[in-house]
């Protein structure tokens, strides 16, 4: 639910901010376009679910979630391959759209096309997106060392990181690493951290969220290379706990959604429009991507 809340009120940020040029952007006088807003991610051999498709409101209305969730859209999937077209149904329990047959299966460097129709307030809207599924090849090789103390130094007093080390797939536009706590609380958090040692629990109980999740990326790869690596920072750890890292190798729609969604206002006034992907009346994103996952521990 937090995660459709955010999603929404993102888009809807993006969307209001439609000026080029000017100094100042009065936001009140936004003409509001009603939008189908996507938040849907494939990955090969993985069930085809969590695709969330809510709408969008203006900016001067209360948020209510039950008003902004699509539950009787037209959602569907179609493989580019063969042209065969998979129907998603509405599942009330995860507030999102899924696949429940048994004859869609996700593969490497094939291209699917989501499309969705919708009503909102009268109007008939539709949009679609394609994404290219990227090739086999990726997988974590190693994460060294499993367990560490935090911020540990060498003998020359460098600190260490832990490094994740994986094969590259061959067309993959960017590698998204997503470092979750897995067992956060108030009293492992570290708070005599190296960034921000000034914070009580009140403070923490405020972002806990944040501290709890990072997520970064590594792009302008050498995806001919036979191992790439990449560090797990430390501004990414904030407790004392065991860590989940989930690296990404997403096709061009998740690199750009990834790169421009969050675009802003220049001090120049101009505004750089998010690279969404998406045809029609359509705001948020369709990627695809290859995922795999490894484990670690941070001690005092």
């Known amino acids: 639910m937090n995660k459709i809340k955010y999603l929404v009120v ?159 797939a061959a067309n993959a536009e960017i590698y998204g690493i997503s470092i979750t706590a897995l067992n956060p609380t108030i009293k492992n958090f570290i708070y005599d951290n190296a960034y921000h040692s000034d914070l009580d629990t009140n403070d923490v109980i405020e972002d806990f969220d944040s501290y709890k999740q990072q997520m970064y990326w590594l792009q302008n790869s050498k995806n001919d290379a036979t191992q790439l690596d990449i560090d797990v920072e430390w501004h990414a750890i904030w407790f004392y706990t065991d860590y989940r890292v989930i690296i990404y190798a997403g096709d061009k729609n998740f690199k750009d959604f990834l790169l421009t969604h969050k675009n802003v206002q220049e001090m120049d006034g101009n505004f750089h429009e998010p690279k969404l992907h998406l045809e029609g009346d359509g705001i948020g994103v369709f990627a695809s991507a290859i995922p795999d996952t490894v484990y670690f521990r941070i001690i005092k």
């Open 10 to 168: 993102l888009v809807i940020g993006l969307l209001s901010l439609a000026g080029c040029g000017e100094g100042k952007v009065d936001i009140s006088e936004a003409e509001y376009e009603p939008k189908i807003v996507v938040d849907a991610y494939i990955y090969p051999g993985k069930k085809v679910e969590l695709v969330y498709i809510t709408r969008n409101v203006p900016l001067d209305k209360n948020f209510d979630l039950s008003k902004v969730l699509l539950t009787d859209a037209n959602a569907r999937i179609t493989d580019l391959t063969d042209g065969k077209i998979y129907m998603l149904e509405y599942n009330p329990s995860k507030l999102s759209y899924e696949y429940n047959g048994s004859d869609l299966a996700i593969q490497n460097g094939k291209s699917y096309k989501l499309e969705v129709e919708a009503t909102i307030d009268g109007k008939n809207l539709r949009t679609s997106s394609v994404t290219t599924v990227p090739l086999n090849g990726f997988n974590i090789n190693k994460l060294d060392p499993e367990v560490m103390k935090y911020r540990l130094t060498d003998e020359n007093d460098i600190v260490k990181k832990i490094n994740v080390s994986f094969s590259p």
